[in-house]
């Protein structure tokens, strides 16, 4: 009877005890999937910020050149004359709007950043988002990195660019999370 009264007690003590109690404190994959989706929302938000502040505050000049009857390209300089951003737009027959792409460039007249657009008629939109790419440069000018976000399959393509000491290129590609446009 002791025996059955010790072997109760220990086994009541060792399952219920405060001691053995072990709290989880790991976090699970879908709240870090969601902190990250977060800060990629708010790197693009700090980008978008970014240039429609360089657009506001540094631009001097707007032109537009129109190529063909349903092509234009309209080009926002800065005081110095090199350009910030470009759109190439393309026009149907009733000359409305049916996609566009806008180029942002950097100090060294380099594509920086690039958005593609496919407008969208009898809509509250402007337009829906086809892709989106970041194009990144070393010092001197050769690109080292292309990120390519496509809406339609919800990828993003990561491109890296290497050069060796003759400046051969050698490039490998990779498709990442969606949400990896801003990523570093």
């Known amino acids: 009877m002791k025996l059955f009264v010790l072997t109760i007690s220990f086994l009541y003590v060792t399952l219920y005890s ?3 109690y072990n709290t989880d404190t790991t976090v699970t994959k879908k709240y870090i999937d969601s902190l990250r989706r977060e800060l990629s929302d708010l790197k ?3 980008n978008f910020l970014y240039w429609a502040y360089q657009e506001k505050t ?3 000049r707007i032109d537009t050149v129109f190529i063909r009857a349903d092509s234009s390209i309209i080009t926002f300089s800065l005081r110095d004359g ?3 951003k470009r759109q190439f737009n393309i026009l149907d027959k009733d000359k409305d709007l049916i996609r566009y792409a806008v180029h942002y460039y950097n100090n060294k007249e380099q594509v920086k950043y690039i958005e593609n657009w496919r407008s969208m008629h009898d809509d509250r939109f402007d337009g829906r988002l086809e892709s989106a790419e970041r194009i990144e440069y070393d010092n001197s000018g050769r690109q080292t ?3 390519k976000y496509l809406q339609s399959v919800r990828r993003t393509i990561r ?3 290497l050069y060796d000491l003759n400046g051969e290129k050698q490039t490998t590609t990779e498709v990442i999370k969606s949400d990896a446009l801003w990523d570093e």
């Open 58 to 60: 540094n631009v001097s």
């Open 159 to 161: 491109t890296n660019y």
């Open 82 to 84: 090199k350009p910030l």
């Open 18 to 20: 405060s001691g053995q």
């Open 145 to 147: 990195l292309r990120v």
């Open 44 to 46: 693009e938000k700090n």
